[in-house]
């Protein structure tokens, strides 16, 4: 397998990152305006998750490209480290946050259910699997690596879960008219981000801590 010089490694890092940026970007577009149309709290809950993983991607887009400049030297790769780890930490910290507004609003969905329609809800949820499978499979070989992809990776796959998820609440919704399941998935989805936040934030703090 042909090494890859850093900066070469750091320019493809960056260009996946764009790649991403676009593809979620896009995608936030949708689900935003299929959740208002089908009245969908799981699709809602996608696209407000997706709105603050464009922006942590924004600020990891940010601090790759400040990185890139600066000479490296030993004490810039400890200040770039350690500016990743704030970052990763700040990403951890969003996603927790959308998955208890999440999380509050699926328990008050499922006290007082809504009509749903099911069908914009499966369009959207199948673009949804099969754009978050992409930016996945993008970040899959460098995320182990760089704790920042990892951030942006585990957005990947909480969004690819919550796609699975809004696709099994279209399904009951427009074959058994579950309106409640809508609810219960957008609680289950808020759940998963939840713990997935968990790691991310511990190995942030511990590099901070050193």
Known sequence: MRTLNPSTQDQQKMKRLWWVFGLRGGLFLVELGAGLWSHSLSLLAGSGHLFSDLITLGLTLLAAWFTQRRTTTQTTMSQNRRLEAWIALLNGVSLAIVAMLLGREAIEHLQNPEPVLG?????????????????????????????????????????????????????????????????????LVALLICLSTISLIKDSLRILRH
């Open 119 to 187: 069908l914009p809800l499966l369009g959207a949820a199948g673009l949804s699997l099969i754009i978050n499978g992409l930016s996945i499979y993008l970040l899959h070989n460098d995320h182990h690596h760089d704790l920042n992809l990892r951030g942006v990776f585990l957005h990947g796959v909480a969004d690819a879960a919550s796609s699975i998820g809004v696709m099994v609440a279209a399904l009951a919704v427009y074959f058994l008219n579950w309106v409640w399941v809508d609810a219960a998935i957008g609680l």
